[in-house]
C-alpha cells in the first residue's frame, strides 16, 4: 500500500512528512554552504553575484515547477484511484518532459541570460560575476527538471524516503563539490554552480534507479507498447494542469525576483546581507514544506476517494504540525541568528546589516505557514486555475505594497515581503470554502 492511502493519524502524517523534512532541510543547507564558502574569503562582490545568479536560475528553472507539484497530484490522484498503470505512466511523461525542456534551455542559454540581466539592477562587476554562476549552472538543466519530475512522482506515491535518499545524494555531493571548485580551485561563483550541476545529473540518475526498484523494471518496460502513454488526452490534462501551475510559479519567481532587484538597487552590502538573511527562511520554508508536501498526497488521495472527511482531517492535521514549527523557527531565528549571521560571512559591513534586519526575516516562517500549507492542499486537489489566479493577485498586490512603501528603504522593502504572505494566504483561503463545498460529502 502507498503511504498516501494509509490511515490519517498524527503517527501517520509525521511518519510520511519527517523523511521530506530531512531531504528538504539539506536543500538550504547547500545555499547555506554556498554562502558560507564565498562569504568566508571576504569578497562581497563574488556573494552578491551567486545571490543574484541564483535568482535568475530559479527565476528560469522554476518556471517549470509543474514537473513537481502536478506530478505530485496527478500521481497521488491515480494512486487513490488504485491505477497503477497511470502511476507509472505519470512518472514517464515527466521524466521525458523534463529532459527535453532542459536541452532547450540548454540551448538557449545566452539570450535568456541577457535578457534576466537586463532587467535586474546591478554593477558591471556584479552582473559578471552573476552571468558565470548562471551560464554553468544552465548544464545541468536538463537533470534539474527531470528531477523535479522523479521527486514530484516519489511524492505523489508517498515513498517520501526514497525521495530523502534522492535529495541527500544531490546535496552531498553539492556540497563536497563546491569546497573543491572554489577553495581547492579556486572558480569563485562558477565553481559554486559547476558543483551545483554535477550533482543535479548525480541526483537524477539516482532517482531514476530508485524509481525502477520501487516499480520494477517490468512495470516500465511494459508502458513502451502502451497507447496510453502518450495519448492525448493524457498529455492534455498534464499541461492543462501544469500551465495554471506554471503561470502561478512564474507569478511567484516574480515576486521574488523583485525583491532581490530591491536589494540590488539599494546596493550590493544590502543585496549580500538579504543573499544571508534568505538562507535562515529558506531552511524554514523547506522545512515546514515538509507538511505541505504530505497535504499534497493526502489531500490528492482523498479526493480522489470522494472523501470530504478525509481531506478536512488531512488539512486540520497538517495545519497543526505547520504553525508548532513556524513558531518554533520564529523563535530559534530571533535567538541564534546573530550568531549564524557571523560565522557565514566575515565582511564586517554584511554583517551590520543583516542584523538589522534580522526581525523581519525571523517573522517570515510563522506569517508564511496558511501561505505554504494552502499550496500543498490547493496542489494535491489539482485545483490549478484558483491556485493560479490567487498567485497572479497576491504578487500584483505585493508589488503594490513595495513601490508604497519604497521611501522606507530596506525597512520598506522587507515588510512588502512579509505581507506578501499574508496575501497569497487570503487569496487561497478565500476560495477554499467554495473548492471544499464542491467535494460530495461522505455517505
Known amino acids: 500500500m502507498s ?41 562581497a562582490v563574488a556573494l552578491a553575484g551567486v545571490a543574484l545568479g541564483s535568482v535568475v536560475v530559479t527565476f528560469i528553472f522554476w518556471a517549470f515547477g509543474f514537473l513537481r507539484m502536478g506530478i505530485t497530484g496527478l500521481t497521488a490522484q491515480a494512486v487513490g484511484a488504485e491505477d497503477q498503470g497511470e502511476t507509472n505512466a505519470l512518472l514517464v511523461r515527466g521524466v521525458a518532459t523534463g529532459l527535453c525542456v532542459g536541452l532547450i534551455l540548454t540551448v538557449l542559454q545566452w539570450p535568456l541570460a541577457a535578457g534576466a540581466f537586463a532587467l535586474l539592477a546591478g554593477s558591471e562587476q556584479l552582473t559578471d560575476a552573476a552571468h558565470g554562476y548562471v551560464t554553468m549552472r544552465f548544464f545541468g538543466a536538463p537533470a534539474a527538471l527531470a528531477g523535479f519530475a522523479v521527486l514530484g512522482w516519489l511524492f505523489g506515491i508517498g515513498r517520501t524516503r526514497a525521495a530523502l535518499t534522492m535529495q541527500l545524494v544531490m546535496n552531498i555531493a553539492n556540497i563536497g563539490l563546491d569546497i573543491a571548485f572554489v577553495w581547492g580551485l579556486g572558480w569563485g561563483a562558477k565553481g559554486v554552480a559547476a558543483g551545483t550541476a554535477i550533482a543535479e545529473w548525480i541526483a537524477l540518475g539516482t532517482g531514476i534507479a530508485i524509481a525502477l526498484r520501487i516499480g520494477g523494471l517490468g512495470a516500465f518496460t511494459a508502458l513502451r507498447g502502451d497507447p496510453q502513454l502518450f495519448a492525448r488526452a493524457a498529455l492534455r490534462r498534464l499541461f492543462a494542469v501544469n500551465f495554471d501551475i506554471m503561470v502561478r510559479t512564474l507569478a511567484l519567481l516574480f515576486l521574488f525576483a523583485w525583491f532581490a532587484n530591491g536589494g540590488a538597487r539599494l546596493g550590493t552590502i544590502q543585496l549580500a546581507a538579504n543573499a544571508v538573511l534568505n538562507q535562515f527562511i529558506a531552511v524554514a520554508a523547506y522545512v515546514l514544506d515538509g507538511f505541505a508536501f504530505t ?65 523581519f526575516a525571523a517573522l517570515v516562517p510563522l506569517l508564511g505557514v496558511p501561505a505554504w ?26 508589488v503594490v505594497t513595495d513601490l508604497a512603501l519604497r521611501p522606507l528603504g530596506a525597512a520598506g522593502l522587507w515588510t512588502a515581503m512579509l505581507v506578501s504572505y499574508l496575501y497569497r494566504a487570503g487569496a487561497l483561503g478565500i476560495v477554499l470554502p467554495a473548492r471544499l463545498r464542491s467535494i460530495e460529502p461522505d455517505p
Open 295 to 359: 497535504a499534497e498526497a493526502r489531500v490528492g488521495a482523498a479526493l480522489a476517494r470522494g472523501s470530504m472527511r478525509e481531506v478536512l482531517h488531512a488539512i486540520r492535521l497538517t495545519g497543526e504540525f505547520s504553525l508548532a514549527a513556524g513558531l518554533a523557527f520564529a523563535v530559534v531565528i530571533f535567538a541564534v541568528g546573530s550568531g549564524l549571521v557571523a560565522l557565514m560571512t566575515t565582511n564586517r559591513d554584511v554583517q551590520e546589516v543583516a542584523l538589522t534586519y534580522l526581525p
Open 3 to 43: 503511504a498516501s492511502t494509509g490511515t490519517l493519524t498524527r503517527k501517520s502524517i509525521f511518519s510520511q512528512a519527517w523523511p521530506i523534512i530531512v531531504g528538504q532541510a539539506s536543500v538550504p543547507l547547500v545555499g547555506i554552504v554556498d554562502t558560507f564558502v564565498i562569504g568566508r574569503t571576504g569578497d
Open 373 to 398: 500549507l494552502l499550496d500543498g492542499v490547493f496542489i494535491g486537489a489539482t485545483w490549478s486555475r484558483a491556485f493560479r489566479n490567487a498567485a497572479i493577485a497576491a504578487t500584483a498586490l505585493y
